[in-house]
């Protein structure tokens, strides 16, 4: 069960290179590729990339998730807030693009929860849920805010 | 064909995307890309465990793969917004039944736009997705906003 003393935790701040080869390996990912051939030439060749419109090679738009498993990945996460892991279920993700990540940018994570709360009716399994939201702000080396992720975990 | 604000009209479709089917080596691509370690979606004997038939996709992964439906119609220099709520489980095919759940773990993603207006002076839409499986499981739906030329 999500512990509630955790609302408004942050998460500490975590800095990392936005990697050429793991864009072109999540591109493969989310198209179901079995080569990183098959992909979109603009998630390997900046050529390419800057002839459809980009300052560089940008990234999916769901690429942002791997943020969240940046440092301890999806365990840490689990035991900072108290999670069951046999019931938790992710429910909703947003992305909220306020500019473009390209491969090379130092990204900073700077994660939060921001809410739990008990949805449901606990006499009506099934229904009943806990309720965790993280928000996530990605900032790059120049200190804009390129994407606001928000999170919403279930344990039922 | 570019896409721009005065080419699409309120109750257009986006092109329906489908994609092959999934499979545990999809999942296993995905795991190591996205660092989603969550043996919900790889170990077969945690899955058994916790009383379940079978390891099942990531919802993040069928996130992807509407973004790639997204992106294959609107680059995504033009998203803005992109939401999912995620409804149901997918599981990957069997080798050892693959007729019978090949239809299971192919995701189509269809798009209808919904609105059309002005925002932060750009011309933005408003499309409604959902991802279904071929048997029509509903598997996410959600919305984007793109802002278009």
Known sequence: MADKSKIGMEFPPFTMVVEKIK???FAAAVGLKNSSEEIDSIYYDEE??????YKGIPVPPTFMTSCFFWTDGLMGIVKAL???????????????????????????????VVDMYERGQKDRPGR?????VLETELINQRGELVTKVRSTMIER | MTLTSES???????????????????????????????PLHHD????????????IA?????????GEAIVSWTPH?????????????????????????????????TGKIVKKYEENGEKRIRCNIVAKDLTGSRKLDGYFIAALP
């Not at chain 1, 279920?89 to 909220?96: A, Q």
């Not at chain 1, 009943?128 to 965790?132: D, I, K, L, P, Y």
């Not at chain 2, 077969?44 to 390891?55: L, N």
């Open chain 1, 48 to 53: 390419a990339a800057r002839k459809a419109g």
């Open chain 2, 8 to 38: 699409i009209n309120v109750g257009d479709q986006m092109p329906v995307y489908t994609s092959v089917p999934i499979t545990r080596s999809h999942l296993v691509r995905y795991a190591g890309a996205s660092g989603d370690f969550n």
């Open chain 2, 77 to 109: 220099k033009y998203l803005r917004k992109f939401h999912s709520r995620f409804l149901g489980m997918t599981q990957p095919v069997d080798w050892n039944d693959a007729e019978n759940t090949k239809k299971r773990a192919t995701i189509v993603v």
């Open chain 2, 44 to 55: 077969e004997t945690f899955v058994r465990m916790i009383g379940m038939q079978s390891v």
């Open chain 1, 128 to 132: 009943f849920a806990e309720v965790t």
């Open chain 1, 82 to 112: 108290g999670f069951d892991l046999e019931k938790l279920l992710h429910s909703e993700e947003e992305y909220e693009y306020l500019g473009q990540m390209y491969a090379g940018d130092v990204i900073t994570r700077k994660m939060k």
């Open chain 1, 23 to 25: 864009i072109a390996e």
């Open chain 2, 58 to 66: 990531h919802g993040m992964l069928i996130m992807g793969i509407a």
